[in-house]
Nanobody, 125 residues
């Protein structure tokens, strides 16, 4: 049974930092592409960052490039999202996901089969 559990969300002022963690179980973590997504109220879920274990490829949305960093620790079955220089527009529920099914690209939600419950990030101005 695949399980993904996010943690690390919270409230922070603009310019601050947070590090999200996602603990995974129930599948071969080291072989799987992992992604971070976010969804703000009234908006579609959008891809934020992704990490391919085979090639070491990372991909970021333009809105977070240079501010967010995705990393993974295969020994701990955990993927992280370091978020720096946070802005109010980063406020959203953040989800981690494990790739499965048909491929639509690193930042496409359709490329991911398994999802966590999410962790809320709120950035105040």
């Amino acid at each position: 049974q695949v399980q993904l559990a996010e943690s690390g969300g919270g409230s922070v002022q603009a310019g601050g930092s947070l590090r999200l963690s996602c603990s995974a179980s129930g599948f071969t973590f080291r072989d799987n592409i992992m992604g971070w997504f976010r969804q703000a109220p009234g908006k579609e879920r959008e891809g934020v960052a992704a990490f391919s274990p085979g090639s070491g490829t990372t991909d970021y949305s333009d809105s977070v490039k240079g501010r967010f960093t995705i990393s993974r620790d295969n020994a701990k079955n955990t993927v992280y999202l370091q978020m720096n220089s946070l802005k109010p527009e980063d406020t959203a529920m953040y989800y981690c996901a494990a790739q499965g099914g048909r491929w639509h690209g690193y930042l496409s939600p359709g490329s991911y089969k398994y999802w966590g419950q999410g962790t809320q990030v709120t950035v105040s101005s």
